[in-house]
């Protein structure tokens, strides 16, 4: 898809291993904190879609939809 778009990529891990949580202090952990300060521009995670997280970043529509 990159080559027949035009654009380029980088797949990389998350070293904390942790991209859910809003620490006390007001500032996000792990992926959150990566789409918040721009060091990554989308993610692809099982990251629920919560209003804290809707308020920081932009979400797709879900695909799946677990719990009530």
């Known amino acids: 898809i990159a080559n ?3 654009f380029d990529y980088e797949v990389f ?6 991209n859910k ?4 202090i007001g500032t ?3 992926l959150m904190r990566d ?3 721009d060091k ?4 692809i995670s099982d990251l629920p879609i919560t209003n ?3 308020e920081a970043v932009d ?4 695909f799946m939809k677990l719990g009530d």
């Open 13 to 18: 891990l998350n070293p904390e291993n942790s």
């Open 21 to 24: 949580k809003l620490e006390v």
């Open 52 to 54: 804290e997280r809707s």
């Open 59 to 62: 979400f797709t529509m879900p």
């Open 4 to 6: 027949e778009e035009g």
């Open 35 to 37: 789409l918040v300060n």
């Open 40 to 43: 990554a521009y989308k993610a």
């Open 28 to 30: 996000w952990n792990g």
